[in-house]
Structure formats: C-alpha cells, structure tokens
C-alpha cells in the first residue's frame, strides 16, 4: 500500500512540475494557458479515477483471499479442536476402565 502513496505522491509532483515548465518554456494567452490547465487538470482526473478503481479493485481481492483464508483456518481448527476431544474421550474411558 506504501508503494502506491509514493507512485500517487510522485506523480502528483511531476504533474505540478511538468505544468511549470510548461508555463514557463511555452507562453501563451491567458485563455490558451487556461484551456491547457484545464486539459491537464482533466487527465489527472482521469489518471487518479483509474488509479483509485485500480486500488480499490486489489484491496477487494486481497481482502476476498484474507477472508478464504480465514475461512479456511477455521475448519482446519474446528478438526483440530474435535480431534482433540475424541482423544480426550479416548483416554479418559482407558483411565476410567484401569479403575
């Protein structure tokens, strides 16, 4: 999940640099440039919608497979714990039966 934040944080920087440069290497009219602002502004948009539904489409499917797997731990104690008890019934019949 770490990962994820730094891509975001970084992009998010090479976004705002990138806007600069562009500010400062190629001037426009002050409706050009905020035509262009827009646009930008409109792909980041986009790219972090994609980002989010991307994340959020892996937290899903990590939590699907927590939760198989809990499920899965469950029945394997549940044949444990009634081993267990059927051993426990076992020794104590033989004990009772010595007496």
Do not use: N, W
Request: hydrophobic fraction near 45%; include cysteine; charged fraction near 25%.
């Amino acid at each position: 999940m770490t990962g994820h934040r730094t891509t975001f944080y970084c992009f998010l920087i090479g976004l705002g640099a990138g806007m600069a440069v562009t500010l400062l290497i190629v001037p426009r009219s002050g409706s050009a440039t905020r035509k262009l602002l827009r646009q930008r502004a409109a792909e980041a948009s986009r790219y972090i919608k994609r980002q989010a539904a991307q994340t959020l489409d892996q937290a899903s499917a990590a939590l699907e497979s927590c939760k198989e797997a809990v499920d899965k731990r469950k029945v394997q104690l549940g044949v444990v714990v009634e081993a267990g008890r059927d051993a426990y019934q076992v020794a104590t019949r033989k004990l009772a039966s010595a007496f």
